[in-house]
């Protein structure tokens, strides 16, 4: 069975840094895309970027390039959203997904969600 | 970026309504399109993939339609677990972006 589960929620002040995780299990994680989408409370979903465990091939959307940091570890079969200095803008909740196999709109299986709350 | 613009942004309806909503890209996307519905407190959850591709699992009051600039969402007879928001997602080129959203309300 396809599992994508997430790191739980965070409490942080501004200025700390965090990285959270995205384990997949049930299929060839290397293979298949993982994304990062943000929604910040009672907005839409925002697509972050994708990496590509085999190769930890990324890309970021402009709006989140210099943002954050996402990378891949195919060997223990996790993905990662990171920041280096924490803003109160960045609360929100983060979801992590797995592109599937037809590339077409298809991200298939997701993460329940991991809240970031960012507070002085 | 390739802009997508969701119409409406919610509705009214009632349980067994037939409900359309739409997606407009800003540049062709060929039928790099999926649709997802979110319901509060939820992860989004993929419905439709290749704009008209019904993903497994989801039931056949599902349906999309669509290529190049245009695309829609319909659902035949509206059930009660339908209430929720609905996005569709460009997955033509990067960035990929998601429509504003559309709330489908009672």
């Known amino acids: 069975e396809v599992q994508v589960v997430q790191s739980g929620a965070e409490v942080k002040k501004p200025g700390e840094s965090l990285k959270i995780s995205c384990k997949g299990s049930?299929?060839?994680?290397?293979?298949?895309?993982i994304a990062w989408v943000r929604q910040m409370p009672g907005k839409g979903l925002e697509w972050m970027g994708v990496?590509?465990?085999?190769?930890?091939?990324?890309t970021y959307s402009p709006s989140f390039r210099g943002q954050v940091t996402i990378s891949a570890d195919k060997s223990i079969n996790t993905a990662y959203l990171q920041w280096s200095s924490l803003k109160a803008s960045d609360s929100g909740m983060y979801y992590c997904?797995?592109?599937?196999?037809?590339?077409?709109?298809?991200?298939?299986?997701w993460g329940q969600g991991t809240l970031v709350t960012v507070s002085s | 970026a390739i802009q997508m613009t969701q119409s409406p942004s919610s509705l009214t309806a009632s349980v067994g309504d037939r409900v359309t909503i739409s997606c407009r890209a800003s540049?062709?996307?060929?039928?790099?399109l999926g649709w997802y519905q979110q319901k509060p407190g939820k992860a989004p959850k993929l419905l439709i993939y290749?704009?008209?591709t019904l993903q497994s699992g989801v039931p056949s009051r599902f349906s999309g339609s669509g290529s190049g600039t245009d695309f829609s969402l319909t659902i035949s007879s509206l059930q009660p677990e339908d209430f929720a928001t609905y996005y569709c997602?460009?997955?033509?080129?990067?960035?990929?972006?998601f429509g504003q959203g559309t709330k489908v309300e009672i």
């Open positions: 997904a797995r592109r599937g196999g037809a590339a077409s709109g298809d991200f298939d299986y």
């Open positions: 049930g299929y060839n994680f290397a293979n298949y895309f």
């Open positions: 990496v590509f465990p085999g190769d930890s091939d990324t």
């Open positions: 540049q062709g996307i060929r039928k790099d």
């Open positions: 290749a704009a008209s």
């Open positions: 997602l460009q997955d033509y080129d990067y960035p990929l972006t």
